[in-house]
């Protein structure tokens, strides 16, 4: 091979002329492969000894000794030596580059023109390395890239200097595309612009993409009706190098949708959209955790609800439910006023910064407010009451849970005073609310020994023949310190607490057995409670206490109130058409006392009425009671119907009640409540040891 030409001299100063350096020299010392070939025969004559070492760790695929490469011809580097040939003897095409693949390893091939003296290209320079780890990273970043381009997920990359966007994967593309309409460039001229597209205040997301250490970083992001969920992560290099933010990102428009819902239905009602039950007390622990708590509330009870949801149907009470709410949120439109809906017909309300005048005025109020009609369709109106009980803090307590229970407790004693009022928590109701307890524990007690119940029983006279009909039985319970206690007293609290089915099969039973030992054959009548129907157990009850004793169905009486059939009405008559279908007899008590007394007359086929006592009394002296009388006793002898005169205590309501037509009647002046035989000489005991006692503590 010819050298290259001498150097120029040294310049002043120096040790002397620098020797020629030859090509060979130059290239022998060169880190990189280099060979050279001549163009004219394609052969190889020349390889530096860095050409020779790399060859060598392709040397199982190239088939030859790397130390023979001078003098082989190019063609070795190539599948296809024609095309590499063509290439070649085409002096334009050069410079030329190639990435050739042997076996599995990459050789970078630059092919430059190699100019003799004259300037013939006679001659190729060819520079090359193995590429083999370069090829697998840009593999694996081309694995890596697809990986993301496929990921469900958009992802952006931004450059931390300029804030252009470099990146955009296919998710990216096609979300924005969903969006196109928001933004204020087209999706695809995003590629190299500014992120500040995305923030309406881009000065301070620039800060936050450009220093790593404000990263990870999350957001939700407003875009016109669209919500953007937005990760910031930083990309750093093998050294620790930030290279920029990464973006991920995505529309998450229904999922915040979604949780809205979640957050609605967790917090608040769904049909009144009001507070819910979990909400209030939250608001209300969180209220009396302040300073110095001021606060008054109240618990609401929609009086004669279940009557209307029952009779009218579940969409009409629903919508009188909105209706009710729509007034409570109005009349209480403050900021310091929360209204919530606890479950069904039940609503409580808290008022804040308020003490007991503030509360008792809104309670007074909202009284008035509720019972208003409501007109729900166009030709149905219906009337609602509500019953309000009222606490104070700090007047009532500090403690969440003992106000709720002592906004119960007055609620309960709105109810007891005739409800469609409110009331407003005293110690005296607590103290009551004890005493009930401890009552029902007694009670309790008493269904256990059996020893200490009775029953009683009252005549029925036939007015015609002065004959006894039927006796009720009436319960009678003697404890033994506190004597008799009287029904009025006990029978609420067996309703309450769910042991009045146990006391009304006690009765059952033993006024079945009762009436077999009566030697007049005379019916034997039983109240039953409202808590008693409705549950499909009733026959059941009664056809065991028969069979049991012994007693002809017909001779058994069965005496509901109207108050009774407000309840799951239809239930409760299906019990009754059971009953009656064993031959026992059915009667309306206390009628005329209820809601819709002749509808409840036409519902079901009553064997007798039984006119409330208190028509009776104020008969003699009022004449529009006396008209009621006397209608019902006409009515009862159109329907084929026994009617029933109570409450018959002097001869002045004996004589009216004949006057107007009563079949029987039942009271104090025809007899009072009395004892079977088999329990007076037990209850003769009972009042001398009771009246001993009083003699001793006198």
């Known amino acids: 091979m010819s050298g290259c030409p001498s150097l120029r001299k040294a310049p002043p100063g120096s040790f002397g002329p620098i020797e020629p350096l030859s090509f060979e020299r130059m290239f022998d010392a060169l880190p990189v492969g280099a060979m050279t070939c001549s163009l004219d025969t394609f052969v190889i004559d020349y390889a530096n000894p860095c050409s020779i070492e790399l060859l060598q760790s392709?040397?199982?695929?190239?088939?030859?000794?790397?130390?023979?490469?001078?003098?082989?011809?190019?063609?070795?580097?190539?599948?296809?030596?024609?095309?590499?040939?063509?290439?070649?003897?085409?002096?334009?095409?050069?410079?030329?580059?190639?990435?050739?693949?042997?076996?599995?390893?990459?050789?970078?091939?630059?092919?430059?023109?190699?100019?003799?003296?004259?300037?013939?290209?006679?001659?190729?320079?060819?520079?090359?390395?193995?590429?083999?780890?370069?090829?697998a990273k840009e593999q694996e970043e081309y694995r890596l890239l697809r990986m993301i381009d496929d990921m469900p997920v958009a992802v952006m990359t931004v450059d931390p200097v300029t804030f252009n966007i470099t990146y955009l994967?296919?998710?990216?593309?096609?979300?924005?595309?969903?969006?196109?309409?928001?933004?204020?460039?087209?999706?695809?001229?995003?590629?190299?612009?500014?992120?500040?597209?995305?923030?309406?205040?881009?000065?301070?997301?620039?800060?936050?993409?450009?220093?790593?250490?404000n990263l990870p970083h999350h957001a939700r992001i407003k875009l016109g009706a669209e919500v953007l969920d937005l990760q910031v992560s930083a990309v750093t290099g093998t050294d620790g190098t930030y290279l920029g933010p990464m973006l991920t990102w995505s529309v998450i428009t229904k999922q915040v949708a979604a949780e809205a819902r979640i957050q609605q239905l967790a917090h608040y009602d769904t049909l009144t959209t009001l507070a819910n039950r979990n909400t209030f007390r939250e608001h209300l622990k969180a209220s009396l955790s302040r300073p110095d708590p001021r606060?008054?509330?109240?618990?609401?009870?929609?009086?004669?609800?279940?009557?209307?949801?029952?009779?009218?149907?579940?969409?009409?009470?629903?919508?009188?439910?909105?209706?009710?709410?729509?007034?409570?949120?109005?009349?209480?439109a403050h900021p310091d006023i929360m209204v919530a809906r606890l479950g069904g017909d039940e609503f409580a309300i808290l008022i804040t910064n308020a003490g007991i005048t503030e509360a008792t005025e809104l309670a007074e109020a909202l009284v008035l407010e509720?019972?208003?009609?409501?007109?729900?369709?166009?030709?149905?109106?219906?009337?609602?009451?509500?019953?309000?009980?009222?606490?104070?803090?700090?007047?009532?307590?500090?403690?969440?849970?003992?106000?709720l229970s002592r906004a119960d407790m007055a609620l309960y004693a709105a109810k007891a005073a005739g409800k469609k009022t409110f009331r407003v928590f005293t110690p005296e109701l607590e103290t009551r609310l004890h005493e009930r307890v401890r009552l029902e524990l007694k009670l309790r007690q008493a269904l256990g020994n059996k020893d200490s119940l009775f029953l009683f029983y009252q005549p029925i006279i036939d007015l015609a023949t002065g004959r006894v009909t039927a006796r009720e039985g009436l319960i009678r319970w003697h404890h033994h310190i506190r004597g008799w206690i009287p029904p009025g007293e006990f029978i609420g609290v067996a309703e309450d607490s769910g042991l009045i089915d146990e006391l009304g099969i006690w009765v059952l039973?033993?006024?079945?057995?009762?009436?077999?030992?009566?030697?007049?054959?005379?019916r034997v009548a039983v109240n039953v409670s409202a808590k008693q129907l409705g549950k499909g157990t009733?026959?059941?009850?009664?056809?065991?206490?028969?069979?049991?004793?012994?007693?002809?169905?017909?001779?058994?009486?069965?005496?509901?109130?109207?108050?009774?059939?407000?309840?799951?009405?239809?239930?409760?008559?299906?019990?009754?058409?059971?009953?009656?279908?064993?031959?026992?007899?059915?009667?309306?008590?206390?009628?005329?006392?209820?809601?819709?007394?002749?509808?409840?007359?036409?519902?079901?086929?009553?064997?007798?009425?039984?006119?409330?006592?208190?028509?009776?009394?104020?008969?003699?002296?009022?004449?529009?009671?006396?008209?009621?009388?006397?209608?019902?006793?006409?009515?009862?002898?159109?329907?084929?119907?026994?009617?029933?005169?109570?409450?018959?205590?002097?001869?002045?309501?004996?004589?009216?009640?004949?006057?107007?037509?009563?079949?029987?009647?039942q009271g104090y002046l025809l007899g009072r409540p009395v004892p079977s035989a088999r329990d007076v000489p037990i209850i003769d005991e009972l009042n001398r040891a009771a009246a001993s006692r009083r003699v001793m503590a006198a």
């Open 370 to 403: 509720i019972v208003a009609p409501y007109q729900i369709e166009a030709e149905r109106r219906l009337e609602i009451g509500a019953s309000i009980g009222v606490v104070a803090a700090p007047e009532h307590g500090s403690d969440s849970e003992l106000l």
């Open 295 to 332: 606060l008054g509330l109240l618990f609401i009870d929609l009086d004669g609800f279940k009557f209307i949801n029952d009779s009218n149907g579940h969409l009409v009470g629903d919508l009188l439910l909105t209706r009710v709410a729509d007034r409570l949120r109005t009349r209480c």
């Open 169 to 213: 994967n296919e998710t990216s593309k096609q979300t924005l595309g969903e969006i196109k309409d928001l933004l204020p460039i087209k999706p695809s001229e995003l590629l190299g612009a500014s992120i500040d597209v995305f923030h309406r205040h881009p000065e301070h997301q620039r800060r936050l993409l450009s220093d790593p250490a």
């Open 58 to 135: 392709i040397r199982q695929t190239l088939g030859f000794d790397p130390n023979e490469i001078v003098g082989t011809s190019i063609d070795v580097f190539h599948k296809d030596p024609l095309h590499q040939r063509t290439l070649l003897s085409d002096r334009a095409r050069l410079p030329h580059k190639a990435r050739i693949c042997f076996g599995k390893e990459w050789l970078d091939l630059h092919i430059h023109p190699l100019p003799d003296s004259t300037g013939r290209i006679s001659r190729a320079l060819l520079v090359w390395a193995i590429a083999t780890a370069e090829v």
């Open 538 to 665: 009733l026959a059941t009850n009664v056809l065991h206490a028969l069979v049991s004793a012994g007693l002809e169905p017909s001779r058994l009486e069965i005496e509901i109130t109207e108050s009774a059939l407000l309840a799951d009405e239809l239930d409760c008559l299906a019990d009754l058409r059971r009953v009656r279908d064993l031959g026992v007899r059915v009667a309306l008590d206390d009628f005329g006392t209820g809601f819709s007394s002749l509808a409840h007359v036409r519902s079901f086929p009553f064997d007798k009425i039984k006119i409330d006592g208190s028509f009776v009394q104020d008969a003699v002296r009022r004449a529009d009671c006396a008209a009621i009388v006397g209608v019902v006793a006409d009515l009862g002898r159109r329907l084929g119907v026994t009617t029933v005169a109570e409450g018959v205590e002097t001869q002045a309501h004996l004589d009216l009640v004949k006057a107007e037509g009563c079949t029987e009647v």
């Open 509 to 522: 039973n033993r006024a079945c057995q009762d009436a077999a030992s009566w030697d007049d054959d005379a």
